[in-house]
């Protein structure tokens, strides 16, 4: 069993700044990449910054210039920073862990979401 837990989110202002931290604990046997995605209200899910075990980053469009994913590989931990923050950004943020568990099964895991709000 693998557990993904996030912190962060909340309001911020357009042109404001949040960060949000996944954390990923249980029967962890490696982790392949970790990664953030966002659900708006009416949309689909979709990427937003996902990070590679070996380091290779991929980031969306949208999101280039302004967000930052980090790793940290010892911790299981996965940051994004969030900088110029529109209204658009407004979504359910999730944190994916894809890895393998100590039976070697390797499952995509999802967190259970965290509101990230852009209004003045």
């Known amino acids: 069993q693998v557990q993904v837990v996030e912190s962060g989110g909340g309001l911020a202002r357009p042109g404001g700044s949040l960060r949000l931290s996944c954390a990923a604990s249980?029967?962890?046997?490696?982790?392949?990449?970790m990664g953030w995605y966002r659900q708006a209200p009416g949309k689909q899910r979709e990427l937003v910054a996902i990070?590679?075990?070996?380091?290779?980053?991929t980031i969306a469009t949208s999101a280039k210039g302004r967000f930052t994913i980090s790793r940290d590989s010892a911790q299981n931990t996965v940051d994004l920073q969030m900088n110029s923050l529109k209204p658009e950004d407004t979504a359910v943020y999730y944190c994916?862990?894809?890895?393998?568990?100590?039976?070697?099964?390797?499952?995509?895991?999802w967190g259970q979401g965290t509101q990230v709000t852009v209004s003045s």
């Open positions: 990070m590679a075990s070996g380091g290779s980053t």
């Open positions: 249980g029967s962890i046997f490696s982790i392949i990449g």
């Open positions: 994916k862990v894809i890895a393998r568990d100590t039976s070697w099964r390797q499952n995509d895991y």
